[in-house]
């Protein structure tokens, strides 16, 4: 057994060997070793390989999912082993012939297609990067495709678009030729993805090979149809489909043809400004707090992936994103159209994912019933949007309508042929219906019949051996057997003449048999066998009929999630009275009274208030706002929420504002926030640098910026001449619609130099000695930042604040050589220690030699002992004392 273990596990040297022995996947050496500490389950040990014990632990096979999941989500691979012949066949070679395994699928983090180890809600991509050229200089192709659904896309890019594209996809696992992985340019890329990387061999990167390969696998001539694909992209494509083939041992999901991407189709967002905005994963972490939560509304996993895809990849083409907002902004006019589907699409299982399962042979009977109920209610769905009362479907519904397509006669024979209980898997049995087969009928009736003869044979032996605890039992090794108790043995009739015969003696049973049971056991078995045959063989109808109409079934389910969003986003406009954007191909940026969604949304939850909506004109005359304000006030939320409605609108959905009216944004840009790096060696003002950088060099006039603060990481002057700076290129190079709030007024001066920067200032009131932040947006510059006010908010010591008052005071009376030395000397905690140190005479430069005489109040004080006062003196040396000091 050892000897095949090591042999299997050859093949698989960079996995974890799941190893079939009974009931449970076993790992042994290194494998266990690793596996029981990621796993947290018992390391032990069984014989020696070499002179060394050899380390073992396992997992059941029925919860088997389960830990390799966890598996899976640490980044392992896990090869899948399984028996594949039974011991009967193994003992006709030999009585020591091992049983022969094979792994059965390797299973990897990009390759994942059961429920139990995916997210429904997100989709899992498996990417593969290709390059053309050689160098920096040639092109690389992008192929991405999620198994669990069959969805396949490629997309070519430069170097410099990676970042942005792997963080729109954030793919599960992404496959890379070694020779490209050791390509210097895209070392900070991939160090990014490092966790996600597998490294193969240049020569699966074979275009010519790949292009063979697709149209052998799609069965066509040419390519052609599907688009005019760059080598790279080919390239790509073929590794995607080698790897498959690889870890599914041979066996190809259902998958859509590869779709072709064109470069510039979506709005590129980095990664650095996906992170700063919090679009779909929070800066703490997890899904709360984001924009996809706090829009999110669907009803279905496939819907919340869809909806997921459109949030990551906003649209540039103004015909596509006005389709989109048609197909919500009818919805929102139909308030029964609307939620009658949505009450439908609660009902609908995620058949992307049973379908592909079915297709990889992986499908069980609950699969067959997610596409039978499914396709059920699309048949109602269509019915409702064909309703000659509705007004004209807009044109987007409309093929959404056709895409639900006709499908009551798969329907109606997986409505007669599933039984209500439905096992997990086929070979359980039991989940074809009464009826549906007459032979099968037949077989489980002679299977139960059987059954109810072995209850009356137990009642015969116990009457006519008089022991009434007699029971037949049944276990995989003596089949059904007659077990009494060791006290009631002697009473069992054992002679030549007996009916029973002994089979086995236990401390705690004894075992009989008899012919009569022995040969109604073979009735059982073989009318169980029967029915399991026949109940396998019409599963594999079922699924072939299935197979069959794969693609039909495709576009329904792609329908499905299509309603399942546009209903959502319909819902959450009519919730949150959000507007309609227009959004064409001009350069305008105009919000009236926009807010930010997911402030708006905490704010109503925790009923704290109302949200302070603000408007934005970035019109070609003010294309760059500078803003400056305190802090506190809402500089960074206004940045932000801009941006986010701009994502909305190009992603297809309405706004949170009055009125919104957007010119296509090809790029956003946002630097937003504080952050360090310091496992690549790079702190915060490195990292601000580094991304501010990034947008400077990529940034075009039909992009938005969105930059807060840029140049306080560093020494004052030093962050306001960079930021000087800044604010010139973006006006007189890159030309972008812009918002650029700062804390340094002095960059206010620059509006009379730069035609197109407006200054904007966030409101403040000052009221009886305290600050009341308004939190609107106002033209004009602020002329203080009031910090000192926002950190006597944040319960700094009073004795802090106070002080920091004076030297605030003390600096605004000029920029005077010496005020910050005096500043130095007059610091209050080393007053004292500074009167001691310069005796009279002893002074440094600048200061007096002798020390200034005494003050009245000090005289007066020197000659008291408060110990010799009485209450009433002290209170009048107290008034004397004041007298003293009003004189002085």
């Known amino acids: 057994m050892m000897a095949q273990y090591l042999e299997i596990k050859a093949g698989y040297p960079h996995a974890l060997l799941f190893y079939r022995m009974g009931d449970f996947y076993e790992l042994f050496h290194e494998d266990a070793v690793v596996a029981s500490a990621a796993l947290d389950i018992t390391l032990t040990k069984r014989g020696k390989h ?13 919860s088997a999912d389960g830990y390799l999941s966890r598996l899976i989500r640490k980044g392992f691979k896990v090869a899948v082993c399984e028996q594949v012949e039974n011991p009967a066949e193994a003992k006709k070679r030999g009585g020591k012939s091992v049983v ?70 954030a793919p599960g696992e992404m496959l890379v030729s070694d020779r490209l992985a050791q390509r210097p340019e895209l070392f900070e890329v991939f160090a990014e993805w490092k ?17 063979r390969r697709v149209e052998a696998i799609f069965e066509v001539k040419a390519l052609d149809a599907y688009g005019e694909f760059e080598r790279a992209e080919l390239a790509a494509v073929g590794a995607l489909l080698d790897y498959v083939e690889l870890t599914q041992k041979g066996r190809l999901p259902r998958l859509v043809p590869p779709r072709r991407q064109r470069q510039g189709s979506v709005m590129e967002v980095d990664a650095a400004t996906r992170r700063n905005l919090e679009l779909s994963q929070a800066l703490s972490g997890g899904r709360a707090g984001t924009l996809l939560a706090t829009i999110d509304r669907t009803v279905t996993g496939a819907g919340a992936r869809l909806l997921a895809s459109w949030l990551a990849s906003p649209l540039t ?73 509705l007004a004209p479907l807009p044109e987007k519904l409309a093929s959404v309508l056709q895409d639900l397509g006709f499908h009551d006669q798969l329907v109606d024979r997986l409505q007669r042929a599933l039984s209500e209980e439905l ?140 309603l399942d969003v546009a209903a959502a986003l319909s819902e959450l406009a009519l919730q949150g009275r ?24 905490a704010l109503a939850k925790t009923q704290e208030g109302s949200f302070v909506a603000n408007n934005c004109n970035l019109a070609d005359e003010q294309r760059l706002w500078l803003i400056t304000g305190p802090n506190m006030a809402g500089k960074s939320t206004f940045l932000r929420q801009n941006a986010l409605i701009a994502i909305l609108a190009q992603m297809g959905s309405f706004v949170p504002a009055d009125a919104a009216h957007i010119g296509v944004i090809d790029r956003l840009f946002s630097r937003v926030g504080a952050a360090d790096d310091l496992a690549r060696g790079r702190s ?15 940034a075009t006039p039909r992009s938005l910026v969105i930059l807060d ?115 130095a000397d007059d610091l209050p905690l080393f007053a004292a220690a500074l009167a001691q140190e310069r005796a009279p005479g002893e002074g440094g430069a600048g200061m007096s030699e002798t020390a200034p005489a005494p003050s009245a109040v000090e005289e007066r004080l020197s000659e008291i002992n408060p110990d010799d006062l009485t209450p009433r003196q002290a209170l009048e040396l107290l008034y004397a004392l004041k007298t003293l000091s009003g004189r002085e």
């Open 317 to 389: 083409d103004a015909a596509a994103i006005a389709a989109r907002l048609d197909v919500v902004d009818y919805l929102v006019g139909n308030d029964q159209l609307r939620e009658e589907l949505r009450r439908r699409l609660r009902l609908c299982p995620d058949i992307a994912r049973a379908l592909s399962r079915l297709s990889l042979g992986r499908g069980g009977p609950r699969d067959l019933a997610a596409v039978r109920d499914a396709l059920s209610e699309a048949g109602g769905m269509r019915a409702m949007l064909a309703d000659k009362k």
């Open 578 to 601: 959000w507007c309609r954007p227009k959004v064409d191909n001009s350069s305008t940026f105009d919000i009236t009274a926009g807010r930010h969604p997911v402030v708006e949304a």
């Open 195 to 211: 966790d996600r990387l597998t490294t193969l061999p240049a020569s699966r990167f074979d275009s010519e090979n790949a292009k």
């Open 709 to 823: 603060e840029i140049g306080r990481g560093t020494a004052t002057f030093d962050g306001l001449s960079i930021a000087w700076a800044c604010v010139e290129h973006l006006h007189e190079v890159n030309r972008s619609r812009a918002l650029f709030a700062t804390h340094y007024h002095e960059l206010t001066t620059l509006s009379a130099k730069l035609t197109a920067l407006a200054c904007h200032a966030m409101r403040v009131k000052e009221w009886q000695g305290e600050v009341i932040f308004l939190h609107e947006v106002a033209a004009g510059a602020a002329d203080r930042s009031y910090g000192i006010h926002v950190a006597k908010l944040a319960g700094l010591p009073n004795a802090v604040v106070s002080r920091a008052e004076e030297v605030l005071a003390t600096l605004e009376q000029g920029e005077q050589a010496g005020v910050l030395t005096r500043l």
């Open 100 to 169: 022969r395994r094979d792994v059965v699928r390797l299973v990897t983090p990009g390759t994942l297609t059961e429920d139990e180890l995916l997210d429904a809600r997100n989709h899992n991509f498996l990417a593969a990067l290709a390059e053309t050229g050689g160098s920096s200089a040639g092109r690389l192709g992008l192929a991405w495709l999620d198994m669990s659904t069959g969805d396949f896309h490629v997309q070519p890019l430069g170097y410099g678009d990676l970042g942005a594209v792997l963080a729109r996809l």
């Open 423 to 562: 096992p997990l898997l086929a070979r359980d049995g039991g989940f074809i219906a009464q009826g549906y087969d007459a032979k099968l009928d037949e077989y489980r009736g002679l299977r139960d019949e059987s059954r109810r003869l072995i209850a009356a044979l137990q009642s015969r032996y116990a009457e006519e051996t008089g022991i009434t605890n007699l029971k037949i039992r049944h276990n995989n090794v003596l089949g059904y057997y007659i077990e009494v108790t060791p006290t009631h043995a002697p009473k069992m009739p054992t002679g030549q003449e007996a009916p029973f015969i002994h089979r086995q003696t236990l401390a705690s049973a004894v075992r009989y048999s008899t012919v009569e049971l022995s040969e109604l056991q073979q009735e059982i078995a073989s009318a169980a066998d029967k029915a399991q045959a026949i109940e396998m063989r019409l599963f594999e109808d079922l699924v072939g009929e299935i197979d069959g109409r794969a693609e039909v079934v495709a576009l329904a389910a792609g329908a499905l999630a299509t």
């Open 50 to 62: 070499e002179g060394a014990d050899i380390a073992m632990c396992g997992v059941p096979v029925h």
């Open 684 to 698: 915060t003002f490195m990292v601000e640098m580094v991304e501010t950088a990034v947008i400077l060099n990529q």
